[in-house]
């Protein structure tokens, strides 16, 4: 029913950029919270960024002042951009959504998309 769709990621050096995109299609009533998480091999998937329809947004610590979530109400999509990076960032990031079909408008779910690769290494 809902479709989230990654691109942007890949392999940087430290201290460079990356910019992840991520675009939600489907049978869309409405998006509440959209954001991004990260799992490296071995460990707990963990929020990065999180971004409210109104545009209210929080970032885990490791990334404040280095990472920035945006959207785009109109077009579904969601943005994280990445500056700064270390090693330490590299993992699999996903994109997700709180959505509201139109086939239950009642009923909020969360979606996922399939995770891209963001590897940060000289």
């Known amino acids: 029913q809902v479709q989230l769709v990654e691109s942007g990621g890949g392999l940087v050096q430290p201290g460079g950029s990356l910019r992840l995109s991520c675009a939600a299609s489907g049978s869309i009533f409405s998006i509440n919270a959209m954001g991004w998480s990260r799992q490296e091999p071995g460990k707990q998937r963990e929020l990065v960024a999180r971004?409210?329809?109104?545009?209210?947004?929080n970032y885990a610590d490791s990334v404040k002042g280095r990472f920035t979530i945006s959207r785009d109400n109109a077009k579904n999509t969601v943005t994280l951009q990445m500056n700064s990076l270390k090693p330490e960032d590299t993992a699999v990031y996903y994109c997700?959504?709180?959505?509201?079909?139109?086939?239950?408008?009642?009923?909020?779910?969360?979606?996922w998309g399939q995770g891209t690769q963001v590897s940060v290494s000289s």
């Open positions: 971004i409210t329809s109104d545009g209210s947004t």
């Open positions: 997700h959504a709180v959505v509201r079909t139109f086939q239950a408008p009642g009923v909020r779910r969360t979606y």
